[in-house]
């Protein structure tokens, strides 16, 4: 069986490397041919647990190739970027793109699945529409279905293989059609449904988590105008059987949950409101934090601060969206103290990687992201800060021997 994975980032990646480790004959397909030509040398663009074995074993066994030009192939997944628009719907221009690229390809009894996530109705409204002016008619000659991606960034292998995936078609013959795929692969449940339901589940998920983390950050604020213990009242809270706070921080970033809920709100503005609250919400995360920052350089006299962690959470290298980054910028370009930004999991020019050389001679540890290794912070800030001074907004650091340190348990004594 041949596949045709269209888009080869974070998802179309390891969903290629995955089908291909299953014995199909699968070409991945770029935009980008440095990318292209990496892969074929089996070099990987991007960090993520288990995939340069994959890799390897996929190139070496002949089942996978990478390329810039699609050809005929039995099955299309689609897993391109939908970023969110300034009037925040989902832009499918790369979508439509990658449907174009089709045009002359696709014959009948082929399968199309989308996974890039995508606003309300996309599949009906967009994709079915652009495919039947091709000349077919979906459900009889050509199959479509969106089967959105749910991986979680780090566990992506393990999350491909073992998650539950919802099957949307735009007919049941086209759900049938994309299970005889993803059943190859995937020991999870595969649920059935239509493609307009399985594009609304996607979106409900990252915005569930979205607002809760949301309600999370607002706690945070009151509690440091009441003088209360955050951390410990969602600790305690959390003991209910029924209540599940999430864990507050500087923002939410990544091109999910700070992404994903915009398209709902985009689709019906009027009805959206805990949604688009919720958004305001954390995107008000990195100006708290600032302000609090300013407040302790003001108090302690300080000079230099290091940011630790710009990637959007803790333990892999995706900068995208990153609330750490937002915060690093702003007080690089608009206050007076030196600022330093180290990331051991981010390679770029004016990124130091080594946490004790990033620290030296520093005022305050501002922690914006929970990398395992800031865990231990108190063996690399003792005898190298300025002033052994930690704010730890992602509440990582164990260590804390010798540290005046801050979380989101008692800033209201900053
Ligand atoms: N975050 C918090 N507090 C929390 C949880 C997360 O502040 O309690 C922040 C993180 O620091 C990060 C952001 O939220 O900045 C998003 O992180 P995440 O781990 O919640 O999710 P993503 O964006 O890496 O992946 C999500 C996942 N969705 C859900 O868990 C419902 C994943 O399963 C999806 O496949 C992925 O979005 C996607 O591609 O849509």
Redesign the pocket.
């Known amino acids: 069986m041949k596949l045709t994975v269209i888009g080869l980032g974070y998802?179309g990646l390891p969903t290629a490397l995955l089908f291909a480790s299953k014995g199909l004959d699968v070409t991945g397909i770029d935009v980008n041919e440095a990318v292209v030509k990496k892969l074929n040398n089996k070099e990987l663009h991007i960090e993520e647990n288990g995939i340069q074995d994959l890799l390897e074993e996929t190139i070496d066994n002949k089942n996978f190739k990478a390329s810039t030009e699609v050809k005929h192939s039995d099955y299309y997944i689609i897993a391109v970027p939908t970023p969110h628009l300034k009037d925040n719907s989902c832009d499918v221009s790369y979508l439509k793109a990658a449907i174009l690229k089709l045009k002359d390809v696709i014959k009948k009894d082929d399968t199309i699945i989308v996974e890039s996530?995508i606003g309300p109705r996309t599949m009906q409204d967009i994709v079915q529409p652009m495919i039947e002016s091709f000349g077919f008619t979906v459900g009889k000659d050509i199959y479509l279905a969106h089967c959105p991606?749910?991986?979680?960034?780090g566990k992506i292998i393990h999350?491909m293989i073992h998650n539950n995936r919802i099957v949307g078609g735009i007919t049941e013959a086209c759900t049938k059609k994309t299970i005889n795929l993803y059943e190859l692969l995937v020991q999870g449940k595969l649920l059935e449904t239509k493609a307009s339901t399985a594009e609304m589940s996607?979106l409900m998920?990252?915005t569930?988590?979205?607002v809760?983390?949301a309600l999370?950050n607002e706690l945070v604020k009151i509690s440091d105008t009441l003088n209360i213990n955050a951390l410990d009242v969602i600790k305690l809270a959390n003991e209910h059987p029924r209540v599940n706070i999430?864990?507050?921080?500087p923002?939410?970033?990544?091109?999910?949950?700070?992404v994903?809920p915009y398209f709902i709100v985009a689709s019906d503005e009027k009805n959206a409101q805990i949604i688009s609250k919720a958004r305001a919400i954390n995107n008000s995360m990195p100006d708290f934090v600032i302000g609090k920052v300013n407040k302790i350089m003001e108090t302690i006299k300080g000079k230099k601060i290091t940011v630790l962690g710009l990637t959007?959470?803790?333990n892999i290298d995706d900068i995208r969206e990153?609330?750490a980054l937002d915060i690093y910028h702003e007080l690089k370009l608009k206050s007076d103290f030196e600022v330093v930004a180290q990331d051991s999991h981010v390679q770029l020019d004016w990124v130091e990687n080594d946490i004790a050389k990033a620290l030296e001679n520093s005022d305050l540890a501002l922690v914006l992201t929970?990398h395992n290794e800031y865990r231990e912070l108190a063996n690399y800030v003792n005898g190298t800060m300025k002033q052994n001074i930690v704010f730890d907004t992602?509440n990582v650091v164990k260590n804390t021997k010798g540290l005046k340190y801050y979380n989101f348990n008692n800033i209201y004594n900053i």
């Open positions: 998802i996530t991606e749910r991986v979680l960034p999350e996607k998920e990252n569930y988590r979205d809760n983390i999370a999430h864990t507050p921080g923002g939410v970033g990544g091109h999910c949950l700070a994903d959007y959470k803790g990153s609330p929970d992602k």
